[in-house]
């Protein structure tokens, strides 16, 4: 009896936190960069944003777009914010992207000191995070832009996330590398000079966005679609709330440095859309890239790689207009 009626009274005490509790799933959700442009993820659990849709997500960092897509591969984590899915689509894994933040790379290109042009990185050391990675397809560009061949002009040193790059330059291990808009502060006070910002030479391309495998999307369609609405309310609530996100910015970033934080703001709210839109014409410059390479690519199309099925879906069901309303704007 005595244990009947604790159970009663805790049932009495406890009810709505108890029954939300056990509602929520919980999943996994990957992310490759301590950049802010991973930082809607963050802020959506922090704030409590994905719970809203029924989930406990678990915000995991995997060190590199590369290991990223690896993991996706595997099926764990089942959800990423990463972009390189088609080289591994091509090598027979069935990735897809559900929703795309970025058709253009913000990265920059950093140099040592004694450097002065581009055109001086002939001969040299040029650091990426790793091969099949955002940075690695940076370099592409900008090699081809500049006329220069890798191996034979440049050679193409995997170095890891940007903090690590950051290391070898001062190490003397590479001559260049690519550091996104976050670690641009960090990098200039190190006395790093920035020459190009690659998205300024004006090519089109699938950057970040939000991807998962076909069989998890088929088998657990309501769980992504309810990740992604958590994803999109974080856009939305990082471009309505600076101080809020700045903190939690300065919690995944690992950073108290002000200059770094309002950078990684400013950037966030100039580069990442409210409403994200697939890129066809940027995926098919990836392909196009990695043609030679890969004969498969160049019978590959763009939509192998997009679904855009719930994109649609919360547009037609007036998700975006709810956000509009609860944060303002469009």
């Known amino acids: 009896m005595f244990v009947l009626v604790a159970v009663i009274c805790s049932l009495l005490l406890f009810p709505a936190d108890a029954t939300k509790a056990q509602d929520l799933k919980r999943i996994t959700m990957g992310y490759p960069s301590l950049a802010f442009t991973q930082s809607h993820i963050w802020v959506a659990k922090e704030q409590g944003l994905f719970k809203r849709y029924g989930l406990d997500v678990d915000p995991i960092f995997l060190r590199g777009g590369q290991v990223a897509t690896q993991a996706l591969a ?15 689509n091509l090598t027979g894994y069935n990735l897809v992207l ?3 933040m970025e058709n253009k790379f913000y990265q920059l290109v950093f140099v040592r000191p004694g450097i002065t042009s581009l055109e001086q990185l002939k ?3 040029l650091g990426i995070s790793g091969f099949g990675s955002i940075t690695h397809y940076a370099a592409q560009i900008l090699l081809k832009h500049l006329n220069l061949e890798v191996n034979k002009d440049v050679v193409l040193v995997p170095g890891g996330p940007d903090a690590e790059r950051l290391g070898a330059m001062s190490a003397g291990t590479v001559d260049a590398s690519f550091f996104n808009l976050s670690t641009a502060p960090i990098a200039r006070k190190m006395g790093f000079v ?7 030479l004006g090519v089109e391309v699938q950057g970040n966005g939000l991807a998962t495998s076909r069989a998890y999307l088929k088998s657990n369609r309501d769980t992504v679609k309810n990740a992604l609405k958590g994803y999109l309310e974080g856009i939305h609530f990082i471009h309505a709330n600076k101080a809020e996100s700045q903190k939690v910015f300065a919690k995944y970033m690992r950073t108290s440095d002000a200059a770094v934080l309002e950078s990684s703001y400013q950037n966030y709210v100039k580069t990442i859309p409210k409403r994200p839109a697939f890129t066809p014409k940027g995926i098919q410059f990836i392909l196009d ?8 690519a160049k019978s590959a199309k763009p939509e192998q790689f997009f679904d855009a099925s719930l994109m649609n879906e919360l547009d037609k069901e007036g998700f975006f207009g709810e956000l509009a309303k609860r944060y303002g704007g469009r």
């Open 194 to 200: 920035d020459l190009l910002q690659i998205a300024d």
């Open 123 to 125: 001969g040299k050391k």
């Open 289 to 296: 890239m990695l043609a030679p390479q890969m004969p498969q």
């Open 74 to 88: 595997a099926g764990e984590p089942p959800i990423v914010n990463v972009g390189t899915v088609i080289q591994a």
């Open 98 to 100: 559900i929703a795309s």
